[in-house]
């Protein structure tokens, strides 16, 4: 059984209190990679460096004794799509990063929908590419991206398979999870007809489900956990802003609705935040469909040797649809994930890296 290297989203390193809330505006990279390091519970730092940044991820990483095993990119497609990539790849290959998650919008630079025909296209090169520079690509399962629609992974999937390249999928569950009974988020995935029908079966506990298709058909690469719950509250100390840039989100007709609006609820916190500390009521229970997720796929790798999950990131992050705005520790939930996930592993005896390692 191949063992599994944890790691924290660099968007998620932040010692936030109530004196000092979770924001856009964050830690140094110096300080993030050290509370990643002082967690004691992650084997790497996942993040992708901007140019000028790589010197100091690669000093970093030696002095926190902290690899870079991954680094994740937000992409639209059109002509700039390919040199972005590459670039983007480069310096994921130069800080040793061996996996490269992409956000690929499906709003294309035309001003348009991204087709079928064009998500199939874009990973076919992106996996031709990372061949070329020592990198797998993995395309996540993501609200604002091609696959907010889930039932078109299974179709560039086996249209990836029939020219024989394989299709990475990073599963993401919290963004089918926080859909579950809200009419409006399924309209804007187009399926609410679907899950009224049966035909798509959000429920990890149901037959047919969503995850348990992708892991039979082979796709999950990488796995990301964030806690959310269905039709949880939204993150009511954030706004949507198109205008700020540091938010990543398309200038597609569904933001442009959401322009002032709460943030989506997208988050809800792993453990019990105290007063003060977040907007709303917080219950335990309504946290175990996201940890089943991960119980099921932790579970697929235990009994399937030939399971293709390579790495695990934990994903409570600083943005609006998220973390933005929370008083907890952001940091600390993080590692809270982090530990859950190690005690899982242990009672499945799935091989883990050892922390920082």
């Not at 399937?304 to 790495?311: E, G, I, M, N």
């Not at 929370?326 to 940091?331: G, H, N, P, V, W």
Request: proline share 6%; charged share 25%; with cysteine.
């Amino acid at each position: 059984m191949t063992p599994i290297l944890i790691g924290c989203n660099g968007r998620g390193a932040q010692a936030s209190t109530p004196e000092r809330p979770v924001a856009f505006t964050e830690p140094s990279l110096s300080d993030q990679f050290q509370m990643v390091a002082q967690a004691g519970v992650f084997d790497f730092f996942d993040r992708l460096p901007l140019e000028h940044e790589v010197d100091a991820f690669l000093d970093l990483k030696a002095a926190n004794a902290l690899p870079v095993h991954t680094a994740s990119g937000v992409y639209e497609l059109g002509e700039q799509y390919l040199p972005a990539l590459r670039a983007n790849m480069e310096r994921a290959v130069r800080v040793g990063a061996k996996f490269h998650n992409m956000m690929v919008y499906n709003w294309h630079s035309e001003k348009r929908w991204v087709t079928d025909d064009e998500v199939i296209r874009a990973w076919l090169d992106a996996w031709e590419l990372g061949q070329e520079l020592g990198i797998e690509p993995c395309f996540e399962l993501h609200v604002n991206m091609w696959s907010e629609d889930p039932r078109r992974i299974l179709t560039v999937a086996e249209a990836s398979d029939k020219q024989g390249v394989p299709f990475n999928l990073t599963l993401d569950y919290s963004h089918m999870l926080f859909k579950m009974g809200d009419d409006a988020e399924l309209e804007v995935s187009g399926i609410r007809e679907d899950v009224t029908a049966g035909r798509v079966v959000l429920d990890p506990y149901e037959p047919k489900n969503l995850v348990d298709q992708w892991l039979d058909a082979g796709l999950v690469r990488w796995f990301q956990l964030r806690s959310v719950t269905p039709s949880g509250p939204r993150n009511l100390w954030s706004r949507h802003d198109r205008s700020n840039g540091a938010a990543g989100v398309p200038d597609d007709p569904h933001q442009r609705k959401r322009d002032g609006e709460y943030g989506r609820a997208i988050l809800y916190p792993f453990t019990r935040p105290a007063p003060g500390e977040w907007h709303s009521p917080w219950e335990a229970w309504r946290l175990e469909p996201c940890k089943h997720v991960a119980r099921k796929v932790l579970k697929y790798h235990a009994d399937h040797p030939d399971s293709r999950l390579a790495v695990i990131t934990t994903e409570m992050i600083n943005l609006t649809d998220y973390g933005d705005g929370a008083r907890f520790s952001l940091i600390d939930q993080n590692a809270a994930i982090a530990q859950f996930l190690r005690d899982e592993m242990t009672v499945l005896g799935v091989p883990q890296g050892g922390s920082n390692g």
